[in-house]
């Protein structure tokens, strides 16, 4: 679980299929000491959003290692990466972590694709291309994870099929968002507590109508 606060904007050095296993490995490394300070073997952390197991780091060089699995590979932008890929990289959070964001999984619903990057003053306005899948989640001024990052929907239209968020310029330097153009894929997570209560009242809209 994590907050949705990055900690970290890290760089893939590395990206290779095992010869073994066929999995994809990827080796990135941290811009920051801290992020594998109390790192160990099975930890998790988020790249851009999505939850992986650490499987080899080395503190002394700020690298680490995860593999990623055919369903990662089919939810997320990350059969895109390549070597120098910036990515947003957050520690699992602990007992007595601040929520400063809100509860993100690491598991990503789906891929979006920035529409627009505009400024509005010191703000960046970004607003993405969904699907109907994730969309029917989200709210306006409900959270959504954008490439693991929480921020708060500003505007949702379900008719054109896109969300909108505001970037303040503290968060512009913290996070790869500004970073991306138009027509580029970002990993989406819709609020997890949105989730349940749509999953609880299909269930029960089909429970009420089977005894009909």
């Known amino acids: 679980m994590f907050t949705g606060l990055i900690e970290d904007i890290g760089v893939v050095t590395d990206v290779r299929i095992d010869p073994t296993t066929q999995q994809t490995i990827i080796t990135i490394r941290a ?6 300070s109390d790192c160990h073997l099975g930890d998790s952390i988020a790249v851009s959003g999505c939850c992986l197991t650490v499987t080899h ?24 990466l390549r070597r120098d890929t910036p990515v947003n990289l957050e520690r699992s959070m602990t007992a007595n972590t601040r929520i400063g964001g809100h509860y993100v999984q690491g ?5 979006g694709q920035v529409r627009l990057s505009q400024r509005d003053g010191d703000a960046l306005r970004v607003v993405v291309a969904c699907s109907g899948a994730v969309l029917q989640y989200v709210v306006e001024k409900g959270y959504i994870a954008i490439d693991g990052t929480s921020l708060t929907v500003t505007r949702v239209d379900e008719r054109l099929g896109e969300l909108e968020v505001m970037l303040i310029q503290y968060t512009q330097s913290k996070i790869t968002l500004p970073r991306r153009k138009v027509g ?3 990993n989406l997570e819709a609020d997890i507590m949105g989730k349940q209560i749509v999953a609880y009242l299909q269930k029960y809209d089909k429970a009420i109508k089977a005894k009909l």
């Not at 290692?65 to 895109?80: D, K, Y």
């Not at 598991?107 to 891929?111: F, K, L, M, P, Y």
């Open 107 to 111: 598991h990503v619903d789906g891929v």
């Open 31 to 36: 811009s920051s000491p801290a992020l594998l």
């Open 184 to 186: 580029e894929g970002v």
């Open 57 to 80: 780091f080395d503190a002394a060089s700020r690298t680490f290692t995860v593999g990623l699995s055919p369903e990662t590979l089919r939810r997320t932008t990350f059969a895109e």
